[in-house]
Nanobody, 125 residues
Framework: QVQLVESGGGLVQAGGSLRLSCAAS????????MAWFRQAPGKEREFVAA????????NYADSVKGRFTISRDNDKNTVYLQMSSLKPEDTAVYYC??????????????????WGQGTQVTVSS
């Protein structure tokens, strides 16, 4: 069983930056594919970024490419999402997700077995 706890959300002006963290416990973190998703009000949950076991492989949604960076620290059992040049359309609840046993997982939420409770990110114009 894997538990995920996100933190770092908040209110920021357009053009600003935030760093989200997701602390994992249970299981073997270094053998979990990890990802970030987000869900805006009235919309479906969407993929943001994914990272492989070692951090050597990453994948991003086109909407965040060049602005967001996913990374992980396997010694700290934590995955991060550095968000820069934030836009109002980035406003959403951001969720951390884990897929144990897979090197890197994909863009569909059903591919992931464990989820955090989410952290709110609000970008004002």
């Amino acid at each position: 069983q894997v538990q995920l706890v996100e933190s770092g959300g908040g209110l920021v002006q357009a053009g600003g930056s935030l760093r989200l963290s997701c602390a994992a416990s249970g299981g073997t973190f270094s053998r979990n594919a990890m990802a970030w998703f987000r869900q805006a009000p009235g919309k479906e949950r969407e993929f943001v970024a994914a990272i492989s076991w070692s951090g050597g492989m990453t994948n991003y949604a086109d909407s965040v490419k060049g602005r967001f960076t996913i990374s992980r620290d396997n010694d700290k059992n934590t995955v991060y999402l550095q968000m820069s040049s934030l836009k109002p359309e980035d406003t959403a609840v951001y969720y951390c997700a884990a897929k144990p046993g897979r090197y890197i997982s994909g863009t569909l939420s059903r591919e992931y077995d464990y989820w955090g409770q989410g952290t709110q990110v609000t970008v004002s114009s």
